[in-house]
């Protein structure tokens, strides 16, 4: 569900931004503005899920882990929060993967 919402997500709000310049609500600067706007939210977003990735990846590490469990530790990290901030959709499944072991998948 998830990805068909990030599918549509920008032609939706690209349409109505249109439809909203086009009945002359917002003025052809006003829509590039609001656009651009929600581009550097989803930038600011972006850098807050890489910041706390390296701050996971870099605790974890001190701590003794290897890379892979490192790795785990923050796809586990970023997961969670997105879960908590999110109705749930297809998003709860990902910490399942990330928890997977591979040596228990091999076993079957």
């Known amino acids: 569900m998830l990805a068909s919402v990030a599918r549509w997500a ?7 931004q249109g439809c909203l310049v086009w009945t002359g609500v917002f003025s052809l600067g006003e829509a590039v503005a609001v656009g ?3 581009e550097l939210l989803l930038a600011g977003v972006v850098v807050a899920e890489v910041a706390l ?12 882990a290897d890379g892979h469990e490192a790795l785990r530790q923050v796809l586990s990290a970023v997961f969670a ?11 709860r499944a990902l910490p399942c993967v990330v928890a997977l072991d591979p040596s228990e998948a091999r076993r079957g």
Do not use: H
């Open 10 to 16: 920008v032609p939706t709000v690209v349409l109505a």
């Open 36 to 38: 651009l706007a929600i």
């Open 53 to 64: 990735g390296a701050r996971v990846f870099r605790a974890s590490r001190s701590q003794g």
């Open 81 to 91: 929060r997105a879960r908590r901030q999110s109705d749930g959709g297809g998003v």
